[in-house]
């Protein structure tokens, strides 16, 4: 099993210090769809995409600019999750994702 590094930085430490490992799926058909650092507390509405753990064609999208972004999609029965938008307030391309459009289950925490 591979084993994920969490990240340790300032907008984890914005958050209370501690994070979750979520792992995401489609709501509709169940579909996996990503491993995802859930920072701090709250309801997950957006999803930053430095803090996609995998698969890794999703988690390779850090760094590349929000322009360049695709829509979140359900690989299985393609489902709209999430649409790419700049989070302002930190400058983090994020998914804002469409209000129960997935289901989370907490797999590790750290
Ligand atoms: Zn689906």
Redesign the pocket.
Known sequence: MKVFTLKRDKFRKARGGYARILEIR?E??G?FLALYQKDGPGPLKRMYVDRILAPEDLANLRGISVKKLPSLS?K??R?LIGIPYLYQKEKRPTFRLFEGSVTKKIIGAS
């Open positions: 489609c509709k058909c579909h359900c299985h029965c489902q």
